[in-house]
């Protein structure tokens, strides 16, 4: 699997550099966004990390390239993650706050390669999230995790509540946005579930 | 900040009101009653003086002499000279020779101030009418112009059942009696009424002139004494902030350097100290994060609290079990409340963190709505001495026995900014071993 890893600051690309070699991605760096553009056009990736703040070519833009290309990136940003930056923020396909963990790095990188090389359609009621083009009802784009929310709650498995939090508002922001019914609420003695709220 | 600033230009301004309230009053209530008073003095001196003002001698006509009752004594003064003085007051029967006059030391003595001066007495509108037992009225004194002899006669008739009051709200009366005749005496005290509403008036703008002068001078003043706070306030908020944004990259690069020596040569008690250390320090750094993220303007919506309680409360439940504590919960349903999602979900999650570290084994959580207010109440049973504990919300504040729990003084500072930010007001207190905090938003 080959990444392309992007962030101003050198001691973090040399770090994770080693890292991610190390778990067996093949990695290459790139320390502004002139740079990001250039490799991208050279060679094909399987996925770009890149951090928010990114100079010379904002990664807005750099994000809208990744989709053209249908690379899935992760972003990683020290801005917290929460609902307004999910739903108005930039949209990558994984977003990660500093300061994480290793293994949190590895997973939203396997998540976000895994989602868009699998051709999972997941549905309930009047939604649905295509994996592959991390979309919902082929309008709003979704992240990994929002797409791990909505496959956990089609599966009724149980969401961890700390983990999911702003995730779970995102999503029912966005049911919302699309006048659709489904809605996720808490159901006592059942935990988060995927209902349907009455019309008006 | 902006409200502690605003409570000092209240409470100066309360203070301000009352006590201008307090001084014009009691200005006020003295200048009538010594206006009052004042009348009394004269009415009493004339009482004793037959019915005339003192210091005058009214010169007789044949039929007055005759008449003992009504016969004004013949004063002398205490070295013997007399002093002649005529005047005809508004066409009154009597011409008044000036006698000597004892200096009233009180009001400024002779040629002074108040009711026994000399001038005073002279302009002194006044009139004295004389009833005998078969209720004949005689005219002992007329010094007014207001009424004719003839009405002044039935209106002292009028209050001769009376002793002493105000009468046509500007005339003070008197009713005494000498021998077997009863005497009335009237004095217009309208010109010191007039002076004691003056000062009313004066009193009524000049307070409100100065309520308004004070408002500007404590909003000026609430300026310049928040200005450094608020600026060391916000100093810290950007130190917190850098401070954060500073560690997060090492502490990520830490943790990856860590994590390649680990996959490299295998894990060992060195990285294993420098894993929990850097998690320390991670979760530290994250809490500094929840503080500036406070004061940035949130996406407020509408939010079922009932729900959004419920549902943290029940995912909270099996923490709660882990540490053998009883949990309780009265959630009042249906209660909506317009407030950012991230915040109220990070003010609950502090709470109950608190409430596990915390409780020794009972801990119990309503939400009730009273009219507007929303009530959020966490209640847990705690070792510590009753009383207000309202420092915990303090940056960095650790109670004695929060020290061993690791807590880092952070987690309810938040709850207090967040709180403060939605409008609501937080509190916390020991009341027979348990920990009450309440929010009322």
């Given amino acids: 699997m080959k990444l392309l890893l992007a962030d101003p600051d050198r001691d973090f690309l040399e770090a994770f550099k080693i890292l991610l070699t190390l778990s067996d991605y093949s990695v290459k760096t790139a320390f502004d966004g002139t740079q990001v553009i250039q490799k991208l056009h050279e060679e094909r990736f399987d996925a770009l990390i890149v951090n928010s703040d990114i100079p010379r070519i904002s990664a807005s ?18 801005r917290k993650i929460n609902s307004a930056i999910l739903t108005h923020g930039m949209i990558g396909n994984a977003y990660l706050q500093l300061p994480f963990l ?36 082929d309008t709003l784009p979704v992240t990994c995790d929002e797409i791990n929310v909505y496959r956990s709650l089609i599966k009724k498995e149980p969401l961890d509540f700390k983990t999911y939090d702003p995730y779970i508002t995102s999503l029912n922001y966005k049911f919302e946005k699309l006048k659709k019914l489904t809605r996720i609420k808490y159901l006592i003695n059942e935990g988060y579930r995927l209902v349907t709220i009455k019309n008006g | 900040m902006d409200k502690a600033r605003k409570k000092f230009i209240l409470l100066s301004e309360l203070t301000v009101m009352l006590l201008l309230a307090v001084l014009l009053s009691v200005i006020n209530i003295l200048s009538f009653t010594m206006a009052a008073e004042d009348a009394d003095h004269l009415t009493e001196s004339i009482s004793h003086n037959q ?23 013949q004063e002398t003064s205490d070295d013997g000279q007399m002093t002649d003085q005529t005047q005809n007051n508004n066409g009154s029967a009597y011409k008044n020779k000036k006698r000597d006059v004892k200096p009233f030391i009180l009001n400024g003595g002779r040629g002074g101030m108040g ?9 002194l509108r006044y009139f004295t009418v004389a009833f005998d037992k078969d209720d004949n009225a005689e005219m002992i004194d007329f010094r007014m112009s207001a009424v004719s002899e003839d ?24 009713v005494y009696t000498i021998g077997d005749r009863t005497y009335v005496t009237v004095i217009d ?15 009524i703008v000049g307070g409100a002139v100065l309520i308004v002068l004070s408002f500007f001078l404590f909003h000026f003043i609430g300026r310049k004494l928040f200005r450094p706070i608020e600026e060391a ?22 943790n990856a350097d860590t994590e390649s020596l680990e996959i490299k040569n295998g894990e060992n008690e060195q990285t294993k100290s420098i894993n929990k250390q850097v998690k320390r320090m991670t979760r530290l ?21 009932s729900g959004l309680m419920t549902a943290v409360l029940e995912n909270s439940r099996k923490s709660f079990d882990e540490k053998k504590i009883e949990l309780s919960c009265d959630i009042e349903p249906e209660i909506f409340y317009t407030i950012s999602d991230e915040a109220i979900r990070k003010i609950m999650r502090e709470l109950i963190s608190n409430s596990l570290r915390f409780s020794n084994s009972k801990a119990s959580y309503s939400l009730k709505k009273h009219k507007d207010r929303i009530k959020i109440c966490q209640m847990n049973d705690t070792s510590l001495a009753d009383g207000s504990y309202d420092q915990i919300f303090d940056r960095f504040t650790v109670l004695d026995n929060a020290e061993k729990s690791g807590g880092s003084g952070l987690g309810l500072s938040y709850v207090k900014e967040a709180v403060r930010a939605s409008n609501g007001r937080i509190s916390a207190r020991v009341k027979n071993g348990i920990m009450i905090i309440e929010i009322n938003l």
């Avoid at chain 2, 306030?233 to 830490?254: G, H, N, V, W, Y």
């Fill in chain 2, 51 to 73: 019915g005339f003002i003192k210091g005058f001698v009214p010169e007789f006509s044949p039929e007055q002499e005759d008449n003992a009752q009504g016969q004004p004594p």
């Fill in chain 1, 61 to 78: 833009e750099i994000i809208k390239k990744c989709r053209e290309m249908n690379i899935p990136t992760v972003i990683v940003s020290d």
């Fill in chain 2, 115 to 123: 009711p026994n001066s000399p001038d005073m007495n002279n302009s």
């Fill in chain 2, 285 to 305: 750094v994250k809490e500094f994060g929840s503080l500036s993220v406070v004061d940035e303007p949130a996406q407020k919506t509408k939010i079922d609290l």
């Fill in chain 2, 233 to 254: 306030d916000r100093k810290q908020k950007q130190f917190i902030a850098r401070l954060e944004s500073e560690f997060k990259m090492p502490l990520t690069i830490i």
């Fill in chain 2, 189 to 203: 005290q309208g010109r010191e009424l007039w002076q004691s509403y003056r000062i009313l008036i004066i009193s």
């Fill in chain 1, 102 to 137: 290793p293994y949190e790095l590895t997973s939203a990188v396997r998540g976000v390669i895994e989602n868009s090389n699998s051709k999972e359609i997941l549905r309930y009621e009047d939604t649905s999230i295509d994996a592959g083009s991390f979309s919902l009802c």
């Fill in chain 2, 151 to 174: 009405e002044a006669k039935e209106w002292a008739e009028s209050l001769i059942d009376g002793s002493t009051g105000w009468t046509n709200t500007s005339y003070r009366y008197r």
